[in-house]
């Protein structure tokens, strides 16, 4: 097979040395995952926001937080009240943003250090500690393990609200999430054997 060097020069002869810098081309993309983190952070704290002046009478912000979380049934046409299951969902609701906002960083850190540039953190005090052992198939893994966490979420949120969902959407986001589990065991068991056929051809 021909070196991708020139044996002259040493240096990545010019059709490798393009393909190779193509990869700078998923730098808008991580870019955009920012921003689109920074909308979720904004989200975040509106959805706070309401929630405390729902907790202190505003009764216009309870009205948008159950148009939310979809609970405006559950009242029959009365004015809604913040009660328990409402604040439960607001707050499962916010969690469930946490969560997203933490497999954009997973997404954005990771691809970023494995798929474009390495990001020099060793030693840095902040550095997350997924991140000095990171490589594909390792992200693969964590971030099916972080969509479980948020399906999870979304399966609970739709249980305690489920008067207000339909036989068949319980049925089907319950089989989504169980698709979701065996695909990240699917996942997991496959990086597991490939670790185990690297090591033993060393």
Not at 129 to 152: C, M
């Amino acid at each position: 097979m021909k070196s991708l060097q020139d044996p002259l020069s040493g240096r990545m002869r010019p059709l490798p040395r393009l393909i190779f810098a193509s990869r700078w081309l998923q730098l808008p993309l991580y870019l955009g995952l920012i921003l689109a983190q920074g909308v979720y952070v904004f989200h975040f704290w509106v959805e706070l926001l309401h929630l405390i002046e729902a907790a202190f009478g505003n009764q216009h912000a309870l009205e948008l937080l159950v148009k939310s979380i979809g609970y405006k049934d559950a009242f029959a046409g009365e004015a809604p009240k913040l009660t328990e299951t409402v604040i439960m969902l607001v707050v499962l609701g916010l969690i469930d943003v946490v969560m997203i906002s933490n497999l954009l960083i997973m997404v954005i850190v990771g691809g970023y250090e494995t798929f474009v540039s390495r990001m020099d953190l060793e030693g840095h005090p902040d550095q997350p500690e997924w991140l000095s052992h990171v490589n594909a198939s390792v992200l693969k893994v964590k971030l099916a393990t972080a969509i479980i966490g948020i399906s999870s979420i979304h399966l609970l949120k739709t249980f305690i609200n489920a008067e207000n969902y339909s036989d068949k959407v319980l049925i089907a986001q319950t089989v989504i999430h169980i698709a979701f589990l065996f695909s990240a065991m699917a996942i997991a068991y496959t990086d597991k054997l490939m670790s185990q056929s690297t090591a033993a051809a060393h």
